[in-house]
């Protein structure tokens, strides 16, 4: 099976809690490697043709701290031919006009050096005025807002995740070989 690496920066944990409920609806350690990239180097992207990217929008559309110290090192990484799935903690009623921002920073960057990107989601059920996450009227990856849609978040990782699986296709699901 080949096993698909998450790399997440957090500051008040929310985004490492999404990232072990996503590891969990995956299947587990067995299926997703959680990756703190405060602790991570470019060459730990290298043994994942799957990526997921979590990150939170910090202050008005800034990166995660860890996201901004590791952003440069983006460029060392070849993420031609890895399909790279995008997740973001968000605050839609305190910051309308920069909600999400930061997955969208991380995926054009992301995308420059190659990667596909997966995992697209609906702005159905958010109330937010503009975002650098945006493409073609979705957001590159599944919003979170723990501050204002809590209750959602559960019932969206879960649908995310089963979407992700039939977009990436059977090598997660765990009947192909690496």
Request: proline residues 2%; aromatic residues 12%.
């Amino acid at each position: 099976m080949t096993k698909i690496g998450l790399f997440f920066g957090t500051q008040t944990s929310n985004t490492q809690t999404a990232a072990e409920i996503i590891q969990k609806e995956f299947g587990g350690d067995s299926v997703v490697d959680l990756n703190d990239i405060s602790k991570a180097e470019a060459s730990d992207f290298e043994g994942y043709n799957y990526i997921i990217i979590g990150c939170p929008t910090w202050n008005v559309g800034e990166l995660q701290s860890d996201w901004e110290n590791f952003y440069d090192e983006l460029d060392n990484i070849d993420f031609t031919s890895k399909k790279v799935a995008y997740f973001g903690e968000g605050d839609q009623v305190g910051y309308p006009d920069t909600f999400q921002d930061a997955m969208g920073m991380l995926e054009e960057k992301i995308t420059e050096q190659g990667g596909e990107t997966v995992g697209y989601w609906s702005t159905d059920g958010y109330e937010f005025t503009d975002s650098k996450a945006l493409r073609d009227g979705k957001f590159v990856g599944l919003a979170l807002d723990e501050d204002n849609q809590s209750d959602l978040t559960d019932e969206r990782i879960k649908t995310w995740v089963s979407q992700l699986k039939q977009e990436i296709g059977e090598a997660i699901a765990g009947s192909s070989p690496n």
